[in-house]
């Protein structure tokens, strides 16, 4: 350090010029340090000490900013993964889930790279997406109502909210010789009806429906209409909005085309085979594969909660469900894999109407009014052994690009002209005639198809027939009352 110095006697006024001198008078207190000895006094100079002081607080502030900085920006990153965002999520799902249940289970995370995180905010998020997930799977499109308002709300658990009305196409289908099945099968009969259910429901989803009930053998599909469909505008199919005609030909189409899809899948499914050649299950099936029956009918239908308090199932209640159910059971009667009503027939596009037939005109069980049976003539033995996989395709297209029926070319203009000709002749009462151009139906059936194969709907009203001696009953109406369910 620079050393200046003065000794001062009487105070300032000692050695006036030479403390000026020194420069001491012009440093700052800190800048300069006083000795005193007795009367004299000496002045340091420590303004390079100083300096290198000041600087190295600065630093050490700036230090110190740094450290506090990043350990905010740290802790505030960890606090926002682990606990901020993680609930933010939760509440996002849950109020998703309140507005629009069956979006909520599409969105979720895969659980795959959530199941290696070990926080407990994680483990919270994941638990909501499954139990989320899970309430839509369970309850299903019927029950988006009741899942949404409870969430959406406070209060009391309350699942027996009111129903609503909605229109839609119902599509009921069953597995045929369940019974022998399950004799044979075991305790392996669930992971057989697993199985079937994962077929079914694969290209129902695919075709924008959506299943509803599974009753072991049997499930309950729905495709429902926007709400701009009335029932009115089914019934008066005709006279509805062009944007109408349009949505609801194509949901028809896709409701038709999911329940062919499945019949193929079914004769297809190495699976099934598995089952088939193991347990040697096809001496007790009707045919090569595993077969079902499908009815598909149109109308409106009450959605909502099903029981009580203790349980519930999210369904819908409805005549024209039941009418579904009937025709499913019918396809063992007319021994055809698919019957379904003219109300649905009047709904598919007139490309596909030319490819189906009328095989009867009945009452069911549990309503008075006659309805027009339709049945779709598919060779499922042909088609399955076609090397060409029609039924992988996810998109919509229309029937006759993706699904053949039986020898077109022939079928139709020999067989289906006498069949048609002699159900005419049925329903107008004359049933002499209508067995003649029958029995000549079968000639052309078993001509295109092979020598012992006979048509199902042809020996439904022969036998029907023969009942009666070939003579319509006493004040026959043109239809006969569905006797088997």
């Known amino acids: 350090t620079y050393l200046c110095y003065s000794l001062l006697l009487r105070g300032r006024d000692a050695f006036p010029e030479e403390l000026e001198n020194s420069g001491a008078m012009e440093l700052r207190p800190v800048e300069k340090v006083m000795v005193q000895f007795d009367t004299s006094y000496a002045y340091f100079d420590r303004r390079w000490e100083s300096q290198v002081e000041a600087v190295l607080d600065i630093c ?48 979720q995370l895969p659980l795959r790279k959530q199941s290696k995180c070990q926080y407990e905010t994680h483990k919270l998020d994941l638990a909501i997406s499954k139990i989320c997930g899970l309430l839509v799977i369970g309850f299903g499109d019927a029950g988006a109502e009741i899942i949404a308002e409870n969430m959406k709300y406070g209060g009391d658990l309350n699942p027996m909210i009111p129903g609503k009305k909605t229109v839609a196409i119902f599509g009921f289908c069953d597995i045929k010789k369940f019974t022998e099945t399950t004799e044979v099968l075991q305790e392996e009969i669930m992971e057989f009806v697993n199985t079937v259910a994962n077929i079914v429901h694969t290209r129902v989803i695919s075709q924008s429906g959506s299943a509803n009930k599974n009753m072991g053998d049997g499930f309950l599909i729905v495709w429902k209409f926007p709400d701009f469909v009335t029932a009115e505008q089914i019934t008066n199919f005709e006279d509805a909005p062009l944007h109408v005609v349009e949505c609801v030909q194509r949901t028809a189409d896709k409701a038709m085309a999911a329940f062919l899809k499945i019949m193929v899948d079914l004769r297809r499914s190495r699976e099934l085979k598995r089952f088939i050649v193991t347990h040697e299950l ?8 595993v077969g079902m029956g499908f ?15 203790y349980k519930v199932d999210a369904s819908y209640l409805s005549p024209h469900v ?13 021994k055809v894999p698919i019957l379904f009503s003219d109300a649905f027939q009047r709904l598919l596009p007139k490309n596909v109407q030319e490819k189906v037939r009328q095989v009867d005109c009945l009452t069911v069980k549990g309503s008075s ?59 107008a009462g004359q049933w002499k005639t209508a ?15 092979g020598e012992g194969k006979t048509d199902g709907p042809s020996d439904a009203l022969l036998e029907t027939m023969s009942m009666h001696n070939f003579e319509a009953p006493h004040g026959w109406r043109g239809h ?6």
């Open 369 to 427: 009014v006659p309805l027009a049976v339709y049945t779709y003539d598919i060779d499922l033995q042909t088609f399955c052994h076609s090397g060409k996989d029609h039924a992988s395709s996810n998109q919509t297209m229309h029937l006759e690009q993706q699904l053949p029926t039986a020898d077109l070319p022939r079928l139709y203009r020999s067989f289906h002209h006498e069949f048609r000709t002699s159900l005419q002749l049925y329903i």
């Open 282 to 289: 096809g001496q007790h099936l009707d045919g090569p594969g």
């Open 435 to 449: 067995k003649d151009h029958l029995e000549r139906a079968h000639k052309h059936y078993a001509s295109i198809m």
């Open 322 to 334: 039941n009418i579904a159910s009937r025709l499913e059971a019918a396809t063992r009667h007319f």
């Open 295 to 309: 009815g598909l009918h149109v109308g409106w239908a009450i959605e909502g909660p099903i029981g009580s308090q």
């Open 480 to 485: 006969r009352k569905l006797i088997n369910k």
């Open 60 to 107: 050490m502030s700036l230090f110190l900013a740094v450290v506090l900085g990043l350990g905010a920006f740290f802790f505030n990153r960890d606090v926002n993964s682990l606990a901020v965002k993680p609930i933010q999520r939760m509440l996002a799902k849950i109020v998703e889930v309140s507005e629009n249940p069956l979006q909520a289970i599409h969105k």
